[in-house]
């Protein structure tokens, strides 16, 4: 390894042992830790990921108004969700989302539950261990959610197609939340290969990437999010999205 790679995983080693630290910078993961089962967490951390855009006030605010409605058994209250004609009367509008896409992803997430169990086993349908990434799993897993988006112009916002090809941030961060396990992440899903994992590159995941000289590409997409895990994965192999906190909170605390 280089000497200006050995500098940089010692950076970045340094800062993943700084911000590995339950409730170390202010982040919408810590709004879990309320939920009394995995199954509330799955469900939970989907909601919130698929809201995770815009300041953490915002997005925690958000999240207050989904544990409103749903309680914090939030597994049964989505599972058993049927549309009861009140969601007219409730306002869930979210910056570029309608109150519309919220109830169509409660309606999404529901089949999925009621179908499978559980978001883990409609996305290790279409996960395959020799797949490099998770990316294929990932086109098969929002294609089921997105079936009854058509009725929306702003869903795909909350649910990206992944063959569109943008970095696809809000997913990258659920896998992450599900699949990892440490004092952030969750490890619920360890069936799925952390080293599978994408890097969920934000505009501060971007930044410090590129003031880092991480990767060459200047275009934020999936293949920055591919090109930024593979450089990673010289520091570490097995684990190359353990960083993506740690750059993120970084970006927005310099």
Known sequence: MRLKDIKTKQLLDGLYRKYNIKESSDDPVWNLGVLPTENDIETAAFLISCYSYGNVTQINNFTERIYGLTGYNIYDFVKNYRSSGVENDLNFVYRFNTSEDFFLLLKSVSRALKEYGSLKELFL?????????????????????????????????????????????????????????????????????????????????????????????????LKYAVELTEKLKEYDAKDPVKYDFALCHLGMES
């Not at 279409?126 to 929306?152: C, H, M, Q, W």
């Not at 997913?171 to 952030?184: A, G, H, Q, Y």
């Open 125 to 221: 349908d279409g996960y395959g261990k020799s797949d490099f990434n998770v990316i294929p799993a990932l086109e098969k897993f929002t294609k089921y959610l997105r079936e009854f988006s058509d009725s929306s112009d702003t869903f795909g916002y909350l649910v990206p197609d992944v063959s569109d090809g943008s970095a696809c941030k809000r997913l990258n961060l659920f896998l992450r939340w599900m699949v990892r396990k440490d004092n952030v992440d969750y490890g619920l899903w360890p069936e799925v290969d952390r080293s599978k994992l994408l890097m969920p590159v934000d505009i501060h995941v971007y930044r410090q990437s590129q003031k880092l000289k991480l990767v060459k590409r200047k275009t934020c997409d």
